[in-house]
């Protein structure tokens, strides 16, 4: 029988362990109140799949009087740490299944676990099928990507599309929310490869846009 024969039955059980109600050791407190959950898990997986809670339970050791390691990531939902686990224990990820938003969320959290190989299957999963949904939704995959260094495929394709695409910027649903300091950088931008009416056009439509809101709100 061959290795590949062999591996599903593999991942199907190690997928099974993850609803083990017998032998856990270990209880996980994820999100924040009132949408807390407790995970239960296995050390040894935890230990060697994911760096960042490596760290934590090395920190966190089984007390002698048979207490429970219980440890929290509140900033991790539990929907997303749900879908998170499933791939910790038998390596599932099927992105296809979720909202686009999810995805962005999943990325976050396989950062904050050090899930280091996930980090560039993301990227690289949303820049060739989530395109234009990006493109409309610029500032939030801006924001996203340059709040850390591990998230280089999407700060490049952020800046191309600055420099090369910016009218998808400019004609994006919110395109009148993004930050002013966004809006700069773009405009100064020496390969912007637009003309000087048009940009003064955009920029005086997010103008007016912020002026309302403004007023709406004094």
Known sequence: MSKNKLLPKLLQNLSEILNDEEYYDITIEVGNDPYIKIFRAHMVILHYRSPYLRRILLT???KNDGT????????ISPEIFQII????YGGKLSLNEYDNSDIIQILIAANELCLQELIPYLQSFLIKNKANWMKQNFNLIHQTSFEND???ELQKYCTDLMTKEPIKIFNSLNFSSIPEKLLITIIQNDNLQMSEIQVWEYVLKWDMHNIQNFLLMS
């Open 60 to 62: 966190n050791k089984k």
């Open 68 to 75: 429970l390691t219980h440890i929290k990531l509140p900033n």
């Open 85 to 88: 686990s499933r791939y910790i």
């Open 150 to 152: 591990s998230f280089s």
